[in-house]
Every structure is written in C-alpha cells, then in structure tokens.
C-alpha cells in the first residue's frame, strides 16, 4: 500500500484549481465537505479533501489525488506511487502552470485587460494588452 505525502502548493483559488485538474485528467469532483481519498484497491484513506480526482482518471494503478482546504490554501494529498508515476515534478509544473493561467486570465478579465499567449521553443510569454 502507498502512503500519501502532504504536499505544500500555493493554489488559492477554487475555480482555477479545479479547471487546471479538469484539463489535465478530464475529471474532478468537487465536494463541499472534504471526502476520503480512496486507495487503488478502492480502500478509504485517512486524508480528507474537497477536491479529488478519482484514481480512475490519474492512470494505472493510482488512488485518488486530492486537494484539502487549509483556512488559507489547498494542500495536495499525492501517493508515493503517483508521485513516481503519474504526478511527478514535471506534472506538478504542468498544474502549476496551468493553475497560473487561469490566474492570470482571471485577474486579466477583471480589468478589461487581454492576455495573449506565445509559445517560443524554450518558453511561454505571455503578454497582457491595457
């Protein structure tokens, strides 16, 4: 059995959250209680979260994905076997990324602002227009 690593993120915002995951693995639940996470024999762990990938959608022999409310942020709950596998430092930096666009897109919207995306061979710029 994999035990679960609490892993510190800096994600604050719901909606952005939960629409990078819904990019990344095609499905989030969202729950207003935090819920058990589910171990990839389908066993209920002790780690709690409100916003939960199922293990159906992380990959093969994953459990759950969850991120639990804090007062002040969300906390990722990650397997050590995703952690190798299916979450690794290069997808935790996909989320990251994809979590900061819609940040930035969000903010962007809220003051009239356009944001344009470029991709070059070794980055992304982003150019926001007043």
Request: hydrophobic share 35%.
């Amino acid at each position: 059995m994999s035990e679960y690593c609490e892993i510190e993120v800096e994600y604050k915002d719901k909606a952005a959250l939960v629409q990078a995951l819904q990019e990344m693995f095609g499905h989030v639940k969202v729950y207003d209680e935090a819920q058990q996470l589910r171990g990839y024999r389908g066993d209920l762990r002790p780690q709690r979260a409100e916003i939960i990938v199922p293990k159906e959608y992380v990959g093969p022999g994953a459990n759950d994905i969850g991120f639990q409310w804090d007062g002040k942020k969300y906390k990722a709950w990650i397997s050590e076997f995703d952690l190798r596998h299916h979450m690794n430092n290069i997808r935790q930096q996909e989320l990251a990324q994809r979590y900061a666009e819609k940040v930035v897109d969000k903010v962007a919207r809220k003051n009239g602002w356009r944001v344009q995306k470029h991709r070059t061979a070794h980055q992304i710029v982003y150019t926001i227009q007043l």
